[in-house]
């Protein structure tokens, strides 16, 4: 609305030189030596004019708040919101998937979070304790230079904490209007520390909160390797008996049946990926999100210079220039 004013302001101008100028001037000596010396005068005066009216419609320019790249765009996808809970526990060196079985589970589950566009997806690693590696994201790379980075001793406490790793995932789902929320939980083993599953699963269905449960490794369990002070690889023994682990099938399909979700038991590489696959395919829910576009204010470009011109013009106003022109 401002800039409809510049117009009228140039007008102004134009009809100021080609209007009669009705002023008595009285000449004094300065104008004669003017006059005789040659020295043009219209053209000081009138820059006076130009440069106030410059300032003006830079500085009415500015105040219109002109920007670029402002805008909102709506878009519909699918997905949900999961948080990914993997056992770092020492039994998933495990070694009848190969390479073994955490670097089996890394790596279907990064193939897992390639698949996911459009979900919000969190991290939860489990030993003895549970930590949370990432809240809830979009950041898909991060996610999956934090899985490449699990090993077993990114949490050096022993045991298997299924229970905590639970509770911990529930607090990432912060957002209450999520239209679906789930937990994946890949294990080998049995709980033996920490939280009940079952009370806390009980929590999450509460919550409105799906368990998807995954236990991995071969039917009667496997050695697990380990190396000794040497360097050498050697496997556990309890006496002269060779330990293999335990995984406790029962729980697992009990924490998924309380929260409506589902077991699913993987025995190899081919099947493990399979199972992520198949998760991907039922957990479909569309969802809106809003993407913004950073936009950048221009009125500096316009205001600065407008306060120059104005500098200026009111210096040549009231200065030295004034008395020649």
Same mark, same amino acid.
């Given at each position: 609305?401002?800039?409809? /004013?510049?117009?009228?302001?140039?007008?102004?101008?134009?009809?100021?030189?080609?209007?009669?100028? &009705?002023?008595?001037?009285?000449?004094?000596?300065?104008?004669?030596?003017?006059?005789?010396?040659?020295?043009?005068?219209?053209?000081?005066?009138?820059?006076?004019?130009?440069?106030?009216?410059?300032?003006?419609?830079?500085?009415?320019?500015?105040? $219109?708040?002109?920007?670029?790249? =402002?805008?909102?765009?709506?878009?519909?996808? @699918?997905?949900?919101?999961?948080?990914?809970?993997?056992?770092? $526990?020492?039994?998933?060196?495990?070694?009848?998937?190969?390479?073994?079985?955490?670097?089996?589970?890394?790596? /279907? /589950?990064?193939?897992?979070?390639? @698949?996911?566009?459009?979900?919000?997806?969190?991290?939860?690693?489990?030993?003895?304790?549970?930590?949370?590696?990432?809240?809830?994201?979009?950041?898909?790379?991060?996610?999956?230079?934090?899985?490449?980075?699990?090993?077993?001793?990114?949490?050096?406490?022993?045991?298997?904490?299924?229970?905590?790793?639970?509770?911990?995932?529930?607090?990432?789902?912060?957002?209450?209007?999520?239209? $679906?929320?789930?937990?994946?939980?890949?294990?080998?083993?049995?709980?033996?520390?920490?939280?009940?599953?079952?009370?806390?699963?009980?929590?999450?269905?509460?919550?409105?909160?799906?368990?998807?449960?995954?236990?991995?490794?071969?039917?009667?369990?496997?050695?697990?390797?380990?190396?000794?002070?040497?360097?050498?690889?050697?496997?556990?023994?309890?006496?002269?008996?060779?330990?293999?682990?335990?995984?406790?099938?029962?729980?697992?399909?009990?924490?998924? =049946?309380?929260?409506?979700?589902?077991?699913?038991?993987?025995?190899?590489?081919?099947?493990?990926?399979?199972?992520?696959? @198949?998760?991907?395919?039922?957990?479909?829910?569309?969802?809106?999100?809003?993407?913004?576009?950073? &936009?950048? @204010?221009?009125?500096? &470009?316009?205001?600065?210079?407008?306060?120059?011109?104005?500098?200026?013009?009111?210096?040549?106003?009231?200065?030295?220039?004034?008395?020649?022109?």
């Amino acid at each position: 609305m401002l800039i409809g /004013v510049i117009p009228f302001l140039l007008l102004a101008v134009f009809l100021r030189h080609k209007l009669p100028d &009705y002023t008595m001037l009285l000449p004094t000596s300065n104008t004669f030596k003017r006059i005789r010396k040659g020295k043009p005068v219209f053209w000081r005066r009138e820059l006076v004019s130009i440069l106030r009216i410059i300032a003006l419609v830079l500085i009415i320019i500015a105040a $219109s708040r002109p920007q670029i790249g =402002s805008g909102e765009e709506k878009t519909i996808t @699918e997905g949900v919101d999961i948080v990914l809970c993997l056992d770092v $526990s020492g039994s998933m060196l495990a070694e009848d998937f190969k390479p073994n079985r955490l670097e089996a589970a890394k790596d /279907v /589950v990064k193939e897992f979070v390639r @698949e996911m566009e459009g979900n919000r997806l969190g991290l939860v690693a489990f030993a003895g304790k549970s930590f949370t590696q990432c809240p809830l994201t979009t950041d898909y790379h991060i996610i999956e230079q934090l899985i490449a980075e699990l090993d077993t001793e990114t949490i050096p406490i022993n045991g298997t904490a299924i229970g905590d790793a639970i509770g911990n995932a529930i607090n990432k789902f912060v957002d209450e209007k999520a239209k $679906s929320k789930l937990i994946i939980l890949l294990t080998d083993g049995e709980n033996n520390t920490g939280i009940d599953p079952e009370i806390i699963s009980k929590v999450a269905f509460d919550k409105g909160i799906r368990i998807y449960t995954i236990g991995v490794g071969t039917i009667g369990g496997a050695p697990v390797p380990y190396i000794d002070p040497l360097g050498q690889k050697r496997y556990y023994h309890q006496g002269t008996q060779l330990m293999k682990t335990h995984l406790d099938e029962e729980s697992l399909q009990k924490i998924a =049946s309380l929260t409506r979700g589902r077991y699913f038991r993987a025995t190899d590489n081919t099947s493990l990926r399979q199972i992520y696959q @198949e998760i991907a395919q039922l957990e479909k829910h569309k969802i809106e999100t809003r993407e913004f576009t950073v &936009y950048n @204010e221009l009125y500096k &470009y316009f205001l600065i210079p407008g306060l120059c011109f104005l500098v200026l013009e009111m210096f040549l106003f009231t200065g030295r220039f004034r008395r020649i022109i």
